[in-house]
């Protein structure tokens, strides 16, 4: 990797390489806090009362404040999350296998995927509510529903676009289909799918938390919907805050396990 | 003749179309005879057939018409006893360059079962091969760390570790240079002459077919089949330098006329 960036480096470049990395490690962060103080002034400057739009210090004061039901609620968010999204891998995996498995299937299911996908899933919500109650399960069904779909979609893109040659040079030796799928069709579609985890995660949250703001008691969706009927806007503003935390660890999480496990599909700066 | 009396791959007025009753026919009225041990080139204007031809003999494709028989056996479908390499080389990325070459013998009944018995065994074998083809030691490299060249010859050697009896090329040196081209055409030639391995060789380049066939075969204009037969004379085995004979050159002279002429008839 660094090998790859020396030789890219003019030579006329004064600054050490090392003091230019650290600038862009460091510079998500610097980014994070000028938006921060970018708004704490916007608020100052036009004399926002904190009902409407709270400055980030009010916001930083609540988590503070609200610190015990603000744990709680995220950690069950997280909970139910992660529980969703667990599911929709599972079955995402299954069901892109299947649907990637022949021309027909992949002709037969697709438009009724498409169809599925194009539901909004909140107009599921009190479907699962019906059928199950309020609560912890709508959500998880909820975060499973929405963040299912580019699961299944990326690993049967990837099994559709096996090359023919591949194929051919396989099957002229008496490969079954089986076979095939196993030694090239499933590790062929594996970046694909590793690489669709980051977009089903972040899907993930915003299936749960719709469904614990309109259908629970719990979570921090539930949190932010009674914060707001008692205009304790600076909560809801923690809340949102909390979610974006989650959201990107868990984002960064799936991340780091795509490079884990994918790395020949990253070859340039594997090379050595 | 010796081919004549025990063909190993034997085409019968074969007819092949693609995409149903209405489709391209590809090939029609094909009729070809490779002998065990030969080494056949097949060359023809763009577009003729002649990858189909291959997937034909190799089974991946099952003809409309007439009739395919390899070893003495109607194909209907696959024959495990080819080896295949295309133009592409086809590694597989997430695997070393050895594990691409041991992925026939984990497909091929004969050999799936012993594999893992006797692994250290074909290792020895998949390298052996490594070091004929001047790969030595890059087994553990990943094919996209090889040159393009350097794979075709990883690829070459995954068409041979299963030891097949018919070796089934589809322009495998196209995008080489000049160089390494004629570099493994003595490659090939070796592993001809060491192995005895019936070969057939699609090739755009006359020079390459004239320098490795026994026979050349040079197909018409889609839909394909066999305009004319030329045995090659020349002795084996054959240095480079016979190409700057007299007779090599009238020979591709020969083929470049017949094939110019076979796309002007289209
Ligand atoms: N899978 C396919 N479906 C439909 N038509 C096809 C298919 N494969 C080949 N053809 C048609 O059959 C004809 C012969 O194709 P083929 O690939 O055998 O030609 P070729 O001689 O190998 O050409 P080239 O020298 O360019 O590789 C072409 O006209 C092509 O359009
Ligand atoms: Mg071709």
Redesign the interface.
């Known amino acids: 990797m660094s090998a790859v960036t020396d030789n890219t480096t003019p030579v006329t470049q004064a600054r050490p390489l090392s003091a230019r990395m650290s600038w862009v490690t460091l510079a998500p962060w610097l980014y994070t806090l000028g938006l921060f103080v970018l708004w704490e002034l916007l608020v100052i400057a036009l004399e926002m009362p904190p009902t409407i739009l709270p400055a980030p210090s009010r916001v930083f004061q609540a988590i503070l404040q609200y610190w015990s039901p603000i744990w709680k609620n995220s950690l069950q968010t997280l909970y139910t999350t992660t529980l969703g999204f667990a599911i929709a891998v599972v079955a995402g995996l299954g069901i892109g296998l299947f649907i990637g498995w022949s021309k027909t299937i992949y002709a037969g299911l697709y438009p009724l995927m498409i169809g599925f996908n194009a539901i909004p899933k909140v107009a599921l919500v009190p479907i699962l509510v019906i059928w199950f109650g309020i609560g912890t399960i709508p959500a998880v069904l909820t975060a499973f529903l929405i963040s299912f779909f580019p699961i299944v979609v990326n690993v049967a893109t990837g099994l559709a676009t096996i090359e023919p040659e591949t194929e051919d040079v396989l099957r002229a030796l008496g490969a079954k289909k089986m076979d095939i799928m196993l030694k090239v069709g499933i590790p062929r579609s594996m970046p694909y799918f590793f690489g669709s985890l980051k977009i089903a995660i972040t899907l993930a949250f915003v299936g749960s938390v719709v469904s614990e703001t309109v259908a629970s008691n719990y979570g921090l969706g539930n949190m932010m919907s009674s914060a707001q009927s008692q205009f304790n806007v600076p909560l809801v503003f923690a809340g949102l805050l909390m979610l974006a935390v989650e959201g990107i660890a868990m984002y960064a999480f799936m991340a780091w396990i795509e490079r884990r496990m994918t790395g020949w599909a990253h070859r340039s700066t594997m090379a050595q | 003749m010796a081919h004549l009396v025990s063909p190993l791959v034997s085409i019968e007025n074969v007819d092949m179309r693609y995409g149903g009753p209405n489709g391209t026919l590809a090939v029609s009225g094909l009729n070809m005879k490779v002998g065990k041990g030969e080494f056949a080139a097949v060359v023809g204007p763009s577009g003729c057939g002649k990858s189909t031809l291959m997937?034909l003999v190799?089974?991946?494709h099952i003809p409309q018409g007439g009739g395919v028989i390899v070893a003495g056996k109607q194909v209907t479908?696959?024959?495990?006893i080819?080896g295949?390499a295309?133009q592409?080389p086809?590694m597989?990325?997430?695997r070393t360059t050895l594990d691409n070459i041991l992925?026939?013998l984990?497909?091929?009944?004969r050999h799936r079962h012993r594999l893992r018995r006797h692994k250290a065994e074909y290792v020895e074998k998949a390298e052996h091969l490594l070091e004929t083809v001047g790969l030595k030691g890059f087994g553990s490299k990943?094919p996209?760390?090889l040159s393009g060249g350097m794979q075709q010859r990883a690829n070459l050697c995954?068409a041979l570790i299963?030891e097949p009896e018919l070796l089934?090329l589809d322009e495998p040196f196209g995008a080489l240079d000049a160089f390494t081209r004629e570099e493994l055409w003595c490659v090939i030639r070796d592993l001809h002459a060491a192995q005895g391995v019936t070969i057939v060789l699609v090739t755009h380049d006359l020079r390459e077919a004239t320098f490795l066939a026994d026979r050349i075969f040079v197909m018409s204009a889609r839909p394909g089949r066999i305009l004319k037969e030329h045995v090659v004379p020349f002795a084996r085995p054959r240095d480079l330098e016979v190409m700057y004979e007299k007779g090599f050159n009238d020979m591709v002279h020969e083929l470049h006329g017949e094939i110019a002429k076979a796309r002007v008839a289209a």
């Open positions: 997937k190799t089974g991946l479908e696959p024959v495990s080819v295949m295309f592409n086809t597989l990325p997430w992925l026939p984990e497909i091929v009944e990943f996209w760390q995954r299963h089934m």
